[in-house]
C-alpha cells in the first residue's frame, strides 16, 4: 500500500504532545490513491477517488477538505462527525458526507481490536489540497 507523503495529507493523521506532556501517537491511517480525473463539464473541478485503512485505534486530527466530500465504508466500523453536526458510527454499506465549509472534527476507527477501511470521492478544485489541517 501507498502511504501519502503529501505534507498535507500526512497532517491529518499525527498526532502530537499537548502542554508540554507526551501522548502515544495513534496508529497511522494508511491512504491508497485510486484515481484523479478532470470534470470537463465543470472547469476547473476534478475528483479524487482513494482508500483510506485505519488500523486498529487509529484516528485523524481536526481538518477540512475545501470539497464535496463522499465517503463509503468497505469494512469495519468508524466514527465522523463535522463541526455542528452528530458523531455517527458507520459500519459496511453506509455513508457520509462533508461539505466545502465543513470542519471535519472527528474521524477515527471505532473499534481499538479491528481495522477499518473506507472509500473516499472528493470534488475539489484542480490543484487543490486534499485536506487543510484545522487549529
Do not use: C
Not at 76 to 103: A, C, H, W
Amino acid at each position: 500500500m501507498l502511504r501519502l507523503k503529501n505534507a498535507a495529507v500526512a497532517a491529518l493523521f499525527v498526532v502530537g504532545a499537548a502542554g508540554g506532556v507526551a501522548h502515544a501517537t495513534p496508529p497511522a491511517a494508511i491512504v491508497k490513491p485510486l484515481m484523479t480525473q478532470s470534470l470537463n463539464d465543470f472547469p476547473g473541478k476534478e475528483a479524487v477517488m482513494f482508500t483510506v485503512d485505519y488500523p486498529p485505534g487509529a484516528e485523524d486530527s481536526v481538518h477540512r477538505h475545501n470539497a464535496h466530500g463522499f465517503i463509503y465504508v468497505l469494512d469495519g466500523s468508524i466514527v465522523m462527525q463535522v463541526r455542528g453536526g452528530k458523531e455517527v458510527t458507520l459500519t459496511p454499506g453506509q455513508t457520509f458526507y462533508e461539505g466545502p465549509n465543513d470542519i471535519h472534527t472527528v474521524g477515527r476507527n471505532a473499534s481499538q481490536t479491528q481495522p477499518a477501511r473506507f472509500l473516499v470521492v472528493l470534488l475539489k478544485d484542480k490543484g487543490a489540497p486534499i485536506l487543510v489541517p484545522e487549529k
